[in-house]
């Protein structure tokens, strides 16, 4: 009895297909004499069938071709292209309410605008920033100035002027420059009130998308909303103004303009991941301008908290690796710090501050923007000992004014 699944058994080899598999051996030779005619005579035919082909499409190619009939031959007239211009009147850049157009935004604007060129010994980097004044003042981000050597700033119509850093904070982004040798005819911005926006209101973003190639770019789009709180790339929490308008590198230190022409707001960042697409964030003018104020009288932000120490940030990975808790490493203290005059010492460990965790720089700032110069606070510190069991202890200081 024949096994079927042998039967049924694939062959995946082709070299078992060109072979006489299946064939019997002793099956009579002469039998194949008549199927040899056959193949011979077929062969002839197809040959034959062959020539007479390619004689055919010889014939052809030697005949002219013939022409499609015309696509116009009914059209006694071709039409004409007309091109207009605009109409010679003015179109409106302003409605009823007092509000501009996108257009109008523009003309209005746009010469306030500038390019930032930061220059290091090792990079050059390029942002936007506003005319803060005709004396030569010019708003940008910190993050655009930071590490600069040389400065740069482009005015619209293409003049390059020298430029001077007056102050920075990177708390707030903010940075404050001017212009060495000013020239005649700057065009400063007008401020508006960023507590007024609304989500949904028109906005523009003027700026120099990737550089000066693309220098002053409009983009307009709608705030999304007023009050968002982000954490930025060196830990600090800051409460910005959401909106579509495209930001894109280059764009930072740049205005945030609403349909009145008046600067809202300092574009910063945006939400760079795959798959989200206008996200972008705006520093609100109203949080802006004091701090600028401050960065023009005194070179630094005054009247801010702070504990008067110099500290290293001692990471979660490092702390497990050392076994230490997380926190700031104080490595020296100003002079009119009271921490050291209250038991604290170059090396201890700030691990919580008032109660409130400290594992980040930015923690730290959160904490003191609650309080005011001359605040007490408890610092809770953690001294690591030679014998390898360290302490933990809290002491009281006041704080200080930057």
């Not at 005949?63 to 409106?92: D, G, M, R, T």
């Not at 390059?160 to 920075?168: C, E, N, Q």
């Not at 809202?264 to 964030?281: A, C, D, R």
């Not at 923690?363 to 110069?373: F, G, N, T, Y």
């Amino acid at each position: 009895m024949n096994n079927r699944n042998e039967e049924n058994n694939y062959r995946w080899d082709y070299r078992e297909y060109s072979g006489n598999y299946g064939q019997n051996p002793n099956r009579d030779k002469t039998g194949n004499r008549g199927l040899r005619v056959f193949l011979a005579l077929l062969g002839a035919v197809i040959l034959l069938c062959g020539l007479f082909c390619i004689g055919m499409a010889v014939l052809e190619r030697r005949q002219p071709a013939s022409q499609p009939p015309a696509v116009n031959e009914e059209l006694e007239h071709l039409p004409e292209i007309n091109q207009e211009n605009k109409p010679q009147e003015n179109l409106p850049q302003q409605t009823e309410d007092g509000r501009l157009t996108p257009v109008g935004i523009y003309k209005k604007c746009a010469a306030s605008v500038v390019g930032v060129v930061s220059n290091s010994s090792s990079s050059t980097s390029m942002g936007s920033g506003i005319i803060l004044s005709e004396e030569g003042y010019v708003i940008t981000n910190a993050h655009v100035v930071s590490g600069m050597e040389t400065c740069e700033i482009v005015l619209q119509n293409g003049d390059s002027y020298a430029a001077a850093l007056v102050g920075a904070d990177n708390q707030t982004d903010l940075a404050l420059l001017r212009i060495q040798d000013v020239p005649q005819g700057l065009v400063a911005a007008t401020f508006g009130n960023s507590d007024e926006l609304e989500v949904g209101e028109i906005v523009v973003a003027i700026g120099n998308p990737s550089g000066l190639a693309l220098a002053s770019t409009q983009t307009v789009g709608y705030v999304s909303a007023v009050r968002r709180t982000i954490t930025t790339e060196l830990g600090y929490t800051m409460v910005c103004i959401q909106a579509d308008v495209a930001i894109n590198p280059g764009n930072s230190g740049g205005p945030l303009i609403n349909s009145y022409g008046q600067v809202v707001g300092i574009t910063s960042s945006k939400l760079v991941e795959e798959g989200y697409e206008g996200i972008g964030f705006s520093i609100p003018i109203n949080d802006a301008l004091p701090i600028l104020d401050d960065l023009m009288q005194h070179g630094r932000v005054t009247g801010r908290a702070q504990l008067g120490i110099m500290a290293q940030l001692v990471t979660s990975s490092e702390a497990a690796y050392y076994g230490i808790p997380a926190g700031l490493r104080i490595t020296s203290f100003q002079e009119d710090c009271s921490l050291d005059d209250n038991g604290a010492q170059v090396g201890d460990i700030i691990t919580s501050i008032d109660g409130w965790a400290v594992a980040s720089f930015a923690d730290c700032s959160d904490i003191l923007a609650q309080h005011q110069p001359g605040d007490v606070v408890e610092i809770s510190l953690y001294r690591a000992s030679s014998t390898g069991r360290g302490k933990t202890f809290t002491i009281e200081a006041a704080l200080i004014g930057s």
